[in-house]
């Protein structure tokens, strides 16, 4: 054969192999998208669950403290995390997540211990609660608010209007609802609340609008959290027990490998070692056996055929071809058809007969 026939073929042999791999791992993507959906819309409710629970051991934790610090805010996130963990791993939500088939208590601790072993740390932002005026730092600014009003307004009445009075009766009331409303607003001034510290203080506990920002903000985590969850936990049950189940599928079988004989029909003479290749590599990949290496087309010179020794194991494999013994050596003249460990058509063996 001419060295650029057989470059020509070998390039042709990694192409296809190359598309079958590519091939293979785009309907596993896909299968894996469809379970992630379907666990999606079944575990509606145990998501809304997951995020109240953990929510509640969030909050009550923080309201055993009463005044809580920083590190007071991350001590109720890991509870809250811990929770969701607990819930989650829980022999009857991975058998909801893995679509009501249940796990013995091997496959669960291995699914827990590798969903433990990725798993990301719940992330709560603190509540940003902002600092307030003191009462008498309030009062001393409505005073000074009044004083500088009616100063101010007299002055202007009297310039003006002539009316001294009248800046002085209407002063003093809007000096000092200005005065006390600038307070109010430079409280939220960081910069000032730490320089001037002793006229501003700081909520100790949550209450109010502080908590309720805070409660939003921990169920929007808490949330992400799970959405994330969920999927990964679905991966991970696929992967433990997806490929096993899909090797000995008839019903997916037959549709893969009835698409590829519809292309072998109808393609040209060029391409066709390409698409046989490509049915054979789906064959095993769906579950035959028997099809290892290269096929006999794509191999130059091959012409002998496979010898084996004969025993009674292999009665249930082969048929036999006249009367053959124990020990004797046999060529197998059609190989047998086995898909998911069973044999569905017995080959066909005949005794190697001695030269003479």
């Not at 490929?243 to 292309?263: C, M, N, Q, V």
Request: proline share 5%; glycine share 10%; net charge positive.
């Amino acid at each position: 054969m001419p060295a650029g026939q057989i470059q020509e073929e070998s390039s042709g042999n990694t192409l296809s192999v190359f598309a079958t791999i590519v091939y293979s791992q785009t309907n596993y993507m896909l299968e894996v998208q469809e379970n992630i959906a379907k666990v999606q819309s079944a575990t509606g409710p145990l998501r809304r669950h997951l995020v109240d629970h953990a929510a509640r051991e969030y909050f009550v934790t923080l309201d055993l403290i009463g005044s809580p610090s920083a590190g007071d805010f991350e001590a109720a996130a890991g509870r809250a995390n811990a929770v969701l963990k607990q819930e989650l791993l829980s022999s009857n939500s991975v058998a909801l997540v893995n679509g009501g088939v249940k796990l013995d208590d091997d496959g669960l601790a291995l699914v827990a211990l590798t969903f433990d072993t990725i798993a990301r740390p719940l992330r709560v932002p603190a509540p940003v609660a902002g600092a307030r005026a003191r009462p008498i730092t309030l009062a001393l600014a409505g005073a000074g608010g009044a004083i500088g009003g009616m100063m101010l307004g007299a002055a202007l009445m009297r310039l003006a209007f002539e009316m001294r009075d009248l800046g002085l009766a209407l002063g003093g009331p809007i000096g000092a609802f200005l005065a006390v409303l600038l307070m109010h607003g430079v409280a939220r001034a960081r910069f000032l609340t730490r320089i001037l510290p002793w006229l501003f203080v700081r909520p100790k506990a949550l209450r109010g609008a502080v908590r309720s920002e805070h409660e939003k903000a921990v169920r929007v985590a808490l949330e992400q959290w799970v959405d994330w969850a969920i999927p990964m936990l679905a991966v991970l049950c696929l992967h433990r027990a997806g490929p096993p189940a899909e090797k000995t599928d008839k019903g997916k079988a037959l549709r893969r490998l009835g698409k590829l004989i519809y292309s072998l029909h109808q393609a040209p003479v060029a391409s066709l070692p390409v698409v046989a290749h490509e049915l054979i590599q789906e064959a095993k990949n769906s579950g035959f056996e028997g099809l290892e290496g290269q096929p006999a087309f794509l191999e130059t010179g091959r012409e002998e055929k496979d010898i084996l020794t004969w025993s009674p194991d292999l009665a249930g494999r082969y048929e036999t071809f006249g009367h053959i013994t124990e020990g004797d050596r046999v060529t197998v003249e059609r190989p047998a058809v086995v898909f998911g460990g069973q044999v569905v058509q017995r080959g066909l063996v005949r005794k190697v007969r001695d030269r003479t």
